[in-house]
């Protein structure tokens, strides 16, 4: 099991597929680190040699920011614009969607499940 940037990439995956697992990675970078160590990408995670992953880890290092340093950028950009009140930042704060989309109907992974109003128990007469 091949291990890069702390995470422990997947024996059966190929190696395309098996860098995206690292936070940052996409499918497009991946194919760019593949292209700058000359690794074949159909191959295995569990078939690569060390001097392929020392390869493949050497390249991520120096030439991405992944995992911990991307997180970290991520949450300074969304604080950024909390503090700076501007909508994007609004809506963050408010555990609502950013980026445009409908709030009538949907959006239950941003803002949690259904409030029902009302009491939880009849009253009496």
């Given at each position: ?10 024996s ?20 760019k ?6 690794v ?14 020392a ?7 120096n ?22 009140g501007s909508?994007r ?5 408010r ?6 989309q ?6 239950r ?9 009302g ?7």
């Amino acid at each position: 099991m091949a291990r890069i940037s702390g995470v422990d990439l997947p024996s059966n995956k190929r190696v395309e597929i098996g860098l995206t697992y690292i936070f940052g990675v996409g499918l497009s970078t991946s194919h760019k680190i593949i292209a700058a160590t000359g690794v074949n990408p159909d191959k295995r995670v569990k078939d690569l040699t060390d001097e392929e992953v020392a390869k493949l880890r050497s390249v991520i290092e120096n030439n991405f920011k992944v995992e911990g340093a991307q997180r970290t950028e991520v949450a300074m950009n969304i604080k950024r614009l909390m503090d700076t009140g501007s909508y994007r930042g609004l809506r963050h704060r408010r555990g609502l969607p950013a980026h445009g989309q409908r709030t009538r109907t949907n959006a239950r992974t941003r803002k949690g499940p259904k409030r029902v109003a009302g009491s939880k128990r009849p009253v009496k007469a």
